[in-house]
C-alpha cells in the first residue's frame, strides 16, 4: 500500500505539463500506477481518490508555514522561505483546478 500524487487521469498535455510543474517531483510518470503495478506481478490493485485530504494537508501546510515564518526564515532563509511558499501555493492552486490528485493503492502479491 502506498499514496501518490499524480496528474488527474485525462489531461490535455499542457494542463498535464502544469500539474507535473505544480507537483512533486514524482508527478511526471509516463503510465498509470495501476499499469506499474499490474507490470510488476501484483493483483487485486485497488486505487482510493484521497484528493480532498490532500488538499486539506496542503492547506495545514500553508498556514503552518505562515504561522512560523520568522522561525522559517531564520532557518533556511528568506530565499528558500519563498520558494517553498511559492510552491505550495502553485500545489494548492492545481489541486483545486483539477490537475493534481493523490490516490492511495493497495495490491498483493
Keep these: 500500500m502506498f499514496h501518490t500524487i499524480q496528474p488527474t487521469p ?3 498535455p499542457s494542463s498535464r505539463r502544469r500539474a507535473n510543474r505544480n507537483g512533486p517531483p ?3 510518470v509516463r503510465t498509470s500506477y495501476q499499469s506499474l503495478l499490474t507490470t510488476a506481478g501484483f493483483v487485486d490493485v485497488e486505487a482510493r481518490n484521497e ?3 490532500y488538499r486539506a494537508t496542503q492547506l ?3 498556514a503552518a508555514g505562515e504561522r512560523h515564518e520568522a ?3 531564520a532557518a533556511i532563509g528568506d530565499e528558500a522561505y519563498e520558494q517553498g511558499r511559492r510552491e505550495s501555493e502553485a500545489a494548492l492552486r492545481a489541486i ?3 490537475l ?3 490516490y492511495r493503492y493497495s495490491a498483493t502479491r
Design 71 to 73: 522561525a522559517l526564515r
Design 100 to 102: 493534481l490528485v493523490r
Design 26 to 28: 514524482a508527478t511526471a
Design 51 to 53: 484528493t480532498v485530504e
Design 96 to 98: 483545486e483546478d483539477g
Design 60 to 62: 495545514r501546510w500553508i
Design 10 to 12: 485525462g489531461l490535455s
